[in-house]
């Protein structure tokens, strides 16, 4: 019989064993370093880990770790305009993180989006973890994250491109320069709080440059003629085209008389000529930056940053679930380049061949044209997959990321796709040598519009027409027209008129356009930007003393330098000393001539409903408004409300006035509030019902134009 004794040392023996087995596991596998790969975003992060696998730990620095500081310039002017980095506040302890992890790590790789904002955050990463520059090959790019994209990345890690840094740091100290030298002279000058920089002074100008012609506009009166003829029992429109089939203008009622005394009312008209043809329209290319955040603006109503947000969601990853998992669903969202991978036109034309036919794929899809100092270099915005359909997906989106992608994945397979061909009639009516023209047009063949049915055109069918055929006439409406000013400008109009321009680039323009509004420099007015008095009056105070920096031509011009720092063919120290030369004198000259600006204030015409003071018109962030004469002891402050010349749909007895919100939104209500609480967010007219809502009119025709934009047009 086995003594309790050596049961015991057996027992002992047996764990001591398993403890130092697994210990030995344990050494064995601390040994075993895992590669680090840093990216900007935990989602992204996320999505990249999944891609590959155990031997590697991804983790994110939430954006930039390291900028120019915000108290001071941050610039050192008299040595080469060096940057003075720091890290930036709040990011200690990813940084101890990150510098944790690093040294734990066989290798590190930064991952940062491919362009210049990316390269410059690897650049920032390299330094504060003490990482090779110069012998070490840990910069990964991919333009899309996807499985193979992001693997194939890992197989061919890259220095960091230094042109691409300096491209980056050439951009943020001019604006630095710019930003932090004008600010100071427009808060001793003019008023506390102000603000001015290169690309946003350029778009402010450009608003209030449109108002400008908008208010000098004198409008031309001129008539139209239009007739509705019958054949048969169709009907259809026409109208006045000329006298004896040459074009005429009716520049007035008198010309509109000459021509109705030439019409027997009694008697028909008759077809004398009669042209059919087919027209083909060419899908558009698929979308840049700039591009779709235009047309997400007039399609899905979404404002610029709104669209590069989601865009933003769709590139990092979304979990699709099943054996998905978490996906990117577009490539790279900030691109110029409208070029597509033999790849992806591959899958298109499989993809449009099974789902449509045959004779819907393009021979030779359109190629849009490369805009001027674009960059090329990544491709346009595509679905990472055609075969992932928008429907496919829908249950695993927010609404505004199918919506987007829905548009996004449309526009990329019409741009493969074949033309749609229209078949079109022109008719010329006459009597008396009155000549009247009609058009019509029906869809013959679908073509892109198959994918894209968005951009199809709406059919305007005439009635079977020959040579030859007598018309009735069934009305004639004279109707006066006056010539109206150019439209005010649109976020996307205001994001196209930035790029053609050459200024900034797409991925700026959501914070352009957001740093105006925040500044209350511009306001929106039923979609659209109208100038403020503070707007005016900062541009017109840089305008005299910096003109440069309000020169379009001026600042597309450094745009096109800083492009040449990024291929390497301009030092960045040049281009930056090009520019704050003769931009220092300027700032000389400011501040011994510059005389300060007095906002006097006046009086508003009544006296303080609480102390009885007389109240003031004062100058503020979002306009003017009322305040009591006795601030601060009295801060009585009233909004000044404008009549826009309409009866209230709802009382019928106020007036239609103008209001703000405390965050300078615009809205509409009833100057007999609290009484009547008509409210509406759009400028009412006639039509507007007393629940504030508009009846829309038949927009179609105006949609069908803007879906058109751009289109190119070609004949059999």
């Not at 203008?249 to 004398?272: E, G, H, M, R, S």
Request: contains cysteine.
């Amino acid at each position: 019989m086995v003594s309790q004794t050596a049961v015991k040392e057996k027992k002992a023996r047996a764990v001591k064993k398993t403890t130092t087995k697994t210990k030995t596991r344990a050494k064995s596998k601390a040994k075993v370093k895992k590669n680090l790969v840093i990216v900007e975003s935990p989602s992204k992060a996320k999505t990249i880990e999944k891609y590959l696998g155990k031997s590697y730990k991804v983790v994110a620095s939430i954006g930039h770790i390291r900028d120019l500081p915000k108290s001071t310039m941050g610039v050192d002017i008299e040595n080469d305009y060096q940057p003075k980095y720091i890290n930036i506040r709040g990011k200690g302890d990813v940084i101890k993180s990150l510098k944790k992890d690093a040294k734990a790590s066989k290798h590190v790789y930064l991952a940062s989006d491919p362009d210049r904002e990316g390269e410059a955050i690897a650049w920032h990463l390299a330094h504060i973890l003490d990482l090779n520059l110069e012998d070490s090959d840990n910069r990964v790019v991919f333009n899309e994250i996807t499985k193979d994209a992001v693997k194939d990345a890992f197989k061919h890690p890259r220095q960091i491109d230094m042109d691409l840094v300096d491209a980056q740091q050439a951009r943020r100290i001019l604006d630095r320069l710019v930003g932090y030298s004008l600010s100071p002279i427009l808060w001793k000058k003019v008023k506390k709080g102000l603000s001015a920089g290169r690309v946003q002074s350029i778009a402010l100008g450009l608003v209030i440059k449109r108002e400008q012609e908008i208010q000098s506009f004198e409008p031309d009166e001129y008539w139209s003629l239009d007739t509705m003829f019958k054949k048969g029992r169709t009907k259809f429109k026409s109208t006045f085209y000329g006298l004896d089939n040459k074009k005429m203008t009716l520049p007035d009622n008198d010309a509109v008389q000459d021509v109705l005394k030439k019409i027997d009312k009694t008697k028909p008209f008759d077809v004398v000529n009669l042209v059919t043809k087919e027209r083909k329209r060419n899908p558009q290319p698929p979308f840049t930056t700039s591009t779709m955040q235009q047309t997400a603006n007039t399609q899905l109503n979404f404002k610029t940053r709104k669209t590069m947000m989601a865009a933003q969601q769709l590139y990092e990853g979304i979990n699709l679930g099943g054996k998905n998992g978490t996906v990117g669903l577009i490539t790279y969202m900030r691109t110029d380049s409208t070029r597509l991978s033999e790849t992806a036109k591959s899958e298109a034309t499989t993809f449009i061949n099974d789902e449509y036919g045959e004779k819907f794929v393009a021979a030779k899809p359109v190629q849009g044209k490369k805009q001027e100092g674009s960059q090329d270099a990544h491709e346009a915005i595509r679905p990472t997959s055609v075969f992932r359909t928008p429907a496919s997906v829908k249950d695993k989106l927010t609404n505004d990321q199918f919506k987007l992608y829905q548009l996004i994945w449309s526009r990329f397979v019409a741009s493969q796709m074949t033309p749609e061909v229209l078949e079109t009639m022109a008719v010329t009516i006459e009597q008396n040598g009155v000549t009247f023209k009609a058009n019509g047009s029906q869809t013959k063949f679908a073509g892109f519009t198959k994918a894209y049915p968005a951009a199809k055109s709406k059919d305007n069918k005439l009635p079977a027409l020959e040579i030859g055929d007598v018309l009735d006439m069934v009305t004639m409406s004279p109707e006066q027209h006056f010539t109206q000013p150019p439209a005010r400008y649109t976020e996307a109009t205001l994001v196209r008129a930035l790029e053609e321009n050459g200024v900034g680039r797409p991925s700026t323009y959501a914070a352009t356009i957001e740093t105006i509004q925040r500044r209350a420099y511009v306001r929106l007015d039923t979609k659209k930007f109208v100038p403020t008095e503070l707007g005016e009056l900062v541009q017109n105070t840089v305008q005299e003393f910096f003109p440069d920096v309000t020169n379009i031509k001026f600042t597309a011009q450094v745009e096109t330098d800083l492009d040449n720092v990024e291929s390497g063919k301009k030092d960045w120290v040049k281009v930056v000393d090009d520019f704050f030369t003769p931009f220092s004198k300027e700032l000389e000259v400011a501040e011994k001539e510059m005389e300060k600006v007095v906002l006097k204030d006046e009086l508003a015409g009544y006296d303080c409903e609480i102390c009885g003071a007389p109240m003031l018109t004062k100058l503020g962030r979002y306009g003017k408004f009322h305040a009591c004469s006795r601030f601060p002891d009295c801060r009585n402050t009233q909004t000044i409300v404008e009549e826009i010349g309409l009866l209230c749909p709802k009382c019928k007895t106020g007036q239609i006035v103008e209001r703000k919100t405390k965050r300078g939104r615009t809205f509409y209500g009833c100057s007999r509030y609290p009484e009547c609480d008509f409210v509406s967010w759009d400028k009412p007219n006639e039509k507007t019902l007393p629940d504030g809502t508009t009846p829309k009119e038949d927009n179609a025709e105006q949609t069908n134009k803007e879906n058109q934009v751009n289109t190119v047009e070609s004949s059999d």
